[in-house]
């Protein structure tokens, strides 16, 4: 077990709705990062938070939105739903002050969206 | 760009040895991870590279040549349990540990 809980396991959304999805990291970790993985893929990478701002981005549109709290804990949220966000959600947490640190980014289980 | 390619598929058998290549163009690097998913799991944490060379984990040991952008996970006397897909990852400068993962490489050990 590597600390890291995300909420909630499964969901099933109607394409339109929009979607919330919770992450709690790894006690003592400041950063967290969130990866969308479609099936046979490897998980790609949607944006990053360090002590509560947005600290990268991928290739994701603007509907993915996200927050980080003062407790470090994150949520990633999807507007406008569509039958291709239909995907597992990882949340990865770690500790960052530098960027040339090996910090490991430990994986929570996933959040598995189907959208229909 | 960034791309990162491995294989798709692989075959071994308990007690062998496998290789799992990894090659990577990538605009920035600061290191590279190997992960192991099981299916419906989160990826674990294998190994971690920066410099050129080898490190040796165990049965896992992975290699790094930033010169030709390539890399190989080494896994040594197989177990069923290994049957999983070994995830390739680049680190990329810009946004702290952010991660651009290969598409993943599914081994299969029969035995």
């Known amino acids: 077990e590597t600390g890291v809980t995300q909420s909630p396991t499964h969901l099933i959304k109607t394409r339109g709705q929009q979607v919330t999805l919770r992450c709690s990291s790894q006690s003592g970790h400041n950063t967290v990062s969130w990866y969308q993985q479609a099936l046979g893929q490897g998980p790609q990478f949607i944006f990053q938070y360090y002590r509560e701002e947005e600290n990268g981005r991928g290739n994701f549109p603007p509907r993915f939105s996200g927050l980080q709290f003062p407790n470090y804990s994150s949520e990633l949220n999807v507007n406008a739903l569509e039958l291709d966000d239909s995907a597992l959600y990882l949340c990865?947490?770690?500790?960052?002050?530098?960027?040339?640190?090996?910090?490991?980014?430990?994986f929570g289980q996933g959040t598995r969206l189907t959208v229909v | 760009g960034q791309n990162i390619d491995q294989p798709t598929e692989m075959t071994a058998t308990e007690g062998a040895i496998v290789q799992i290549n990894c090659t990577y163009q990538t605009s920035g690097f600061n290191g590279l991870f190997w992960y192991q998913q099981h299916a419906g799991e989160a990826p674990t944490f294998l190994s971690y590279?920066?410099?050129?060379g080898l490190e040796e984990k165990g049965r896992f040991s992975s290699f790094l040549s930033r010169s030709k952008g390539y890399s190989y996970l080494l896994l040594k006397e197989l177990q069923m349990k290994d049957s999983a897909s070994y995830l390739c990852?680049?680190?990329?400068?810009?946004?702290?540990?952010?991660?651009?993962f290969g598409k993943g490489t599914t081994l299969s050990v029969s035995s």
């Open positions: 990852a680049v680190r990329k400068t810009q946004a702290g540990t952010a991660l651009i």
């Open positions: 990865a947490s770690s500790l960052d002050g530098q960027v040339s640190m090996n910090t490991e980014a430990f």
């Open positions: 590279n920066v410099l050129d």
